[in-house]
């Protein structure tokens, strides 16, 4: 059986979390974790599983996204031969596969209204039907299901069941974003730091630059520990040895004066060659007369908006992405009504 990785962390913020992951796990009822991408979900849910009564059982994983609807359904209900093209001998799903142990559901919100049905009825009375068959299925499983959107939100426009989420969400685990457990940065990237260098061979981990510490306790980490990890591993293995302590940390790794340039207005491969591209590209023009203010006006806040919601709404990182100050910024977004002044 896999042990499960070393959950590290010490601040506030965290051992609160800890205390909550304890408290939920020998709770034999449905749970939902709730974080940023990369914050720690899945290895929460693995935490749930390995302190419960169901720990020497299996802990089956499955990504909701990766999937189309009816092979979502099939995946997690098995089917029987004949069930669509293709199916020729009767195959097992997830839920049969976890029997006794737990089931960790991640991206749920975005789960087909269909599989939802029949996800509410096994969680509810631990029955179904494989796909294409008519015999009901008895299992005993514990459901743990993870999202980075709001459900709540979800469910009020229509897109996940309402019932299905009152029972999942017996109760609620937000993980919080690393930007606000500041305190685990540090001990977080030594630790990664030294699993990097161990398999580099180095003979010790010389640790971080001071430069490197102060970069990373400013950066905001959007993708949160997995970011983290990503960075720190990239820079140790930079590193030509385990001399000198680590700096020099890129954040993002496409930066490059060779960077193919991001086409306005949505992501196109294969542009032909003869056609312009990027910054120096003339943007569509309209053929109709302007108000160029009142266009520059409604440009100026689609950019701000969507610097908004590509940053996650950190104000900070906006203004980095827009290329503006801080206060630049603020300024932006209160002169559109986007924030309260
Ligand atoms: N508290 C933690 N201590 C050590 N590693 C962590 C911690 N939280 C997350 N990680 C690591 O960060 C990465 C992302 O974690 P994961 O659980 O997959 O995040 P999510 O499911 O929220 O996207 C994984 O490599 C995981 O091992
Ligand atoms: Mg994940």
């Not at 030294?194 to 993708?223: C, I, Q, V, Y």
């Not at 520990?225 to 000198?244: F, H």
């Not at 003869?274 to 003339?282: C, D, L, R, T, V």
Request: net charge negative.
């Amino acid at each position: 059986m896999n042990q499960p990785d070393q959950i590290i962390g010490s601040s506030p913020t965290f051992l609160d979390l800890m205390d909550k992951v304890s408290r939920a796990a020998p709770l034999d009822r449905p749970l939902l974790v709730v974080g940023e991408r990369g914050t720690g979900k899945e290895m929460i849910a693995a935490r749930l599983h390995f302190l419960s009564q169901r720990w020497n059982q299996v802990f089956q994983k499955m990504n909701c996204a990766a999937l189309a609807p009816t092979l979502l359904e099939s995946e997690l209900f098995g089917y029987e031969p004949g069930a669509f093209t293709g199916a020729r001998t009767r195959r097992a799903g997830r839920f049969e596969a976890a029997n006794n142990g737990s089931l960790f559901l991640d991206e749920i919100g975005t789960m087909a209204m269909e599989a939802q049905e029949k996800l509410l009825r096994v969680i509810e009375y631990g029955e179904f039907e494989r796909v294409g068959g008519t015999e009901t299925i008895t299992v005993d499983v514990r459901v743990v299901g993870a999202t980075n959107i709001d459900l709540p939100a979800a469910a009020d426009a229509g897109q996940f069941r309402h019932d299905l989420l009152d029972r999942l969400a017996f109760d609620v685990i937000t993980v919080p974003p690393l930007r606000e457990r500041r305190d685990d940065i540090i001990l977080l990237a030594n630790h990664f730091g030294m699993a990097m260098a161990r398999e580099l061979e180095w003979l010790t981990f010389p640790g971080f630059s001071g430069k490197a510490h102060e970069e990373m306790l400013d950066h905001d980490w959007p993708g949160n520990i997995r970011e983290l990890k990503n960075v720190v591993e990239r820079a140790v293995y930079c590193q030509w040895d385990g001399e000198q302590p680590v700096c020099g940390l890129v954040f993002d790794p496409f930066d490059s004066p060779y960077r193919p340039p991001a086409a306005l207005g949505g992501i196109k491969e294969d542009r032909p060659a003869s056609e312009p591209a990027g910054q120096n590209a003339k943007p569509k023009l309209p053929t109709e007369p302007q108000d160029m203010k009142q266009a520059l006006h409604h440009h100026e806040r689609a950019l701000l908006e969507q610097a908004m919601e590509q940053c996650r709404f950190n104000q900070r990182a906006a203004a980095k992405w827009l290329n503006l100050s801080y206060d630049q910024l603020r300024h932006g977004l209160k002169k559109h009504g986007l924030i309260g002044s």
